[in-house]
């Protein structure tokens, strides 16, 4: 293994080169020992399927760095540049009843100007099962589209929130000049309920929830922490 280090400000950038396919990112925040941790603002929204929070049930709490999102953010340029989606999965570990993201793992996938499907999915379980993480979300681009879940995020988040009731769905939208990205997640149990009897497929309309609540909705949960270490694994 031969690694590269470069320093930008207080980032701490560790690439290495292996024998292995995997390209590991390290990212070191070197914040103050008492980080600082705030609530990401829920933006305005035209979205009618988006509103505040429902009666969802109460919720641990999920520590995010925002450096993580912009690394994100840079490593899908090229295909965002092309009109090409992009995804990722986010890992994390629970400690005193929140959860830490620690880990983005870039899995080999196809992708068009509206889709994104994760390939070699036995790739990305390995690694979320040899650091003993929970997949307590995803993060995705929409390069040329406003920012909202379509009906295929809807399905493809609902099976992480099966999982990880506080499992989150980002979705970063370059282009967006309102609201270049949104955390969201399916409300429980109203849409939680719509996706579980949904058995269509590709890009549909869902029907609203019978509990008049949003289908989907923003999460009020998630923080982002200025003192996180994370780690990025790209399969691709």
């Known amino acids: ?10 980032i701490t950038f560790h690439t290495a080169t292996q024998t292995s396919p995997c390209r ?6 070197k914040a103050p020992k008492c ?43 090229e295909n ?44 990305f379980f390995a690694i979320q099962n040899e650091h003993s993480l929970f997949p307590v979300g995803w993060i995705h681009t929409h390069p040329s589209q406003s920012c909202f879940m379509s009906s295929i995020d809807l399905h493809t988040h609902y099976s992480y929130q099966t999982m990880v009731p506080e499992a989150f769905a980002i979705v970063m939208a370059p282009t967006d000049k309102s609201r270049s990205y949104g955390i969201f997640r399916l409300s429980d149990p109203g849409g939680m309920s719509v996706l579980k009897e ?3 497929s590709g890009f549909h ?16 949960n998630v ?4 003192n996180l270490r994370f780690e990025i694994f790209d399969l691709r």
Request: hydrophobic share 30%.
């Open 223 to 226: 923080y982002t922490n200025t």
């Open 35 to 77: 980080a600082h941790v705030s609530l990401i603002p829920v933006a305005d929204s035209d979205q009618g399927s988006c509103n505040q929070p429902s009666g969802s049930r109460v919720l641990q709490d999920v520590h995010i760095s925002a450096l993580l999102m912009e690394n994100f953010l840079e490593l899908a340029r």
């Open 205 to 220: 309309p869902h029907g609203e929830p019978a509990d008049g609540s949003p289908i989907y909705e923003h999460c009020t």
């Open 24 to 29: 590991i990112l390290s990212c070191v925040e």
């Open 1 to 10: 293994m031969t690694p590269t280090d470069s320093k930008c400000q207080h």
């Open 80 to 123: 965002t540049e092309k009109d090409l989606e992009t995804c990722g999965i986010l890992g994390a570990f629970l400690e005193h009843e929140t959860y830490y993201v620690t880990t983005l793992i870039i899995p080999k996938q196809e992708s068009t100007s509206s889709s994104c499907e994760a390939v070699k999915e036995e790739e």
């Open 198 to 200: 949904c058995e269509e």
